[in-house]
């Protein structure tokens, strides 16, 4: 499985931008990159996936260069809301389709 | 649909106590999943079941055992609760492969005395 590493933590203001990188040096061929959302005494939940270049929905923007060795997560104009800690996760295709593993996350916290 | 539901949400146990969570998702899910996350920390992987009469250990296995009773259901027993078992155990849920997401519940926080 591909380890992934991320900053423990980040501070933000209301109405930035904010971007969050993770490490994936030793990505496989087949895997894609997930991310996901988790606040205070909720289970995590999924913000975007993608396998290679940009990918966007209503929420998120994610961003692989061609190497795949890294990804960044982009939140547009982020609210006190999106206090929360963000976890990459790698893995999918044909290889070890059971067993998905987190790490510590990124604690971001948006201030006013 | 009410997504993966897992029961009790609060529990106390004395050092000692035997205990079972349990976990249920309606979504027809093959892939079951068991995490446990500490004050502070992220989720770790406890056991899985890739599909209906599989489990296999995760990261954090020692102290706990799991029965995928059937597609929908997969239990996390104690047989013997330690304090250092205090956390929140969550339980989550995927169709298939790593590459789908996963779904969770919304979480039991356990406390061993």
């Known amino acids: 499985l591909a380890k992934t590493t991320q900053p423990i933590s980040m501070d933000s203001y209301e109405g930035q931008e904010v971007n969050i990188t993770c490490s994936h040096n030793?990505?496989?061929?087949?895997?894609?990159i997930t991310w996901y959302q988790q606040f205070p005494s909720q289970g995590p939940r999924f913000i975007i996936q993608?396998?290679?270049t940009k990918v966007t929905n209503e929420v998120a923007s994610l961003f692989i260069p061609a190497d795949r060795k890294s990804s960044t997560l982009s939140l547009p104009r982020v609210s006190l809301s999106d206090t929360a800690v963000y976890y990459c996760?790698?893995?999918?295709?044909?290889?070890?389709?059971?067993?998905?593993?987190f790490g510590d996350g990124t604690t971001l916290t948006v201030k006013p | 649909n009410a997504g993966v539901t897992q029961t009790p949400k609060f529990q106390v146990l004395k050092t000692g106590q035997s205990m079972t969570l349990q976990c249920a998702q309606d979504?027809?899910?093959?892939?079951m999943y068991w995490y446990r996350q500490d004050p502070g920390m992220g989720l770790r992987l406890i056991y899985y079941?890739?599909?209906?009469?599989?489990?296999d250990k995760g990261e954090v296995p020692n102290g706990y055992n799991v029965s995928r009773l059937n597609k929908r259901e997969f239990s996390l027993r104690l047989e013997s609760a330690a304090p250092s078992q205090t956390s929140v155990y969550f339980c989550?849920?995927?169709?298939?492969?790593?590459?789908?997401?996963?779904?969770f519940g919304s979480g039991t926080q356990l406390s061993v005395l």
């Open positions: 989550a849920s995927r169709l298939d492969r790593s590459n789908e997401k996963l779904f």
């Open positions: 030793n990505i496989a061929t087949n895997d894609y």
């Open positions: 993608g396998y290679k």
């Open positions: 996760l790698v893995g999918g295709g044909n290889t070890n389709a059971g067993k998905s593993t």
């Open positions: 979504m027809n899910h093959n892939s």
């Open positions: 079941s890739a599909s209906e009469g599989t489990t």
